[in-house]
């Protein structure tokens, strides 16, 4: 069964640091395009990280540039979003989510995303 399962996430202060990961099943991420969203209460969904199937091209929201990083362990086919220096701005639901390609002018888009996982809840407090 083709599959996204997240872990990580809770509650944290603001400044401190949670890390997300996103196991994968029935695909490789290696020859996948990542990327990691996030929907606060009331808002829709934006777009945090992304990476393409070289780990080397990472791209970011404004909104997390320098204080996230996403990652990828093709070992364990495990996709990560560190996220430090949290503000209470960061509480959404993160969601990863893949497809075998997307190109770069869309990598934002949610649309273009093929498999969701299934959610999981950052809370930062202040």
């Known amino acids: 069964q083709v599959q996204l399962v997240q872990s990580g996430g809770g509650l944290v202060q603001a400044g401190g640091a949670l890390r997300l990961s996103c196991a994968a099943s029935g695909l490789s991420f290696s020859r996948y395009t990542t990327a990691w969203f996030r929907q606060a209460p009331g808002k829709g969904r934006e777009f945090v990280a992304a990476?393409?199937?070289?780990?080397?091209?990472?791209y970011y929201a404004d909104s997390v540039k320098g204080r996230f990083t996403i990652s990828r362990d093709n070992a364990q086919n495990t996709v990560y979003l560190q996220m430090n220096s949290l503000q209470p701005e960061d509480t959404a639901v993160y969601y990863c989510?893949?497809?075998?390609?997307?190109?770069?002018?869309?990598?934002?888009?949610?649309?273009?995303?093929?498999?969701w996982g299934q959610g999981t809840q950052v809370t930062v407090s202040s």
């Open positions: 989510a893949t497809k075998e390609w997307v190109i770069l002018s869309a990598l934002e888009r949610e649309d273009q995303y093929r498999l």
């Open positions: 990476m393409r199937t070289s780990a080397t091209n990472k």
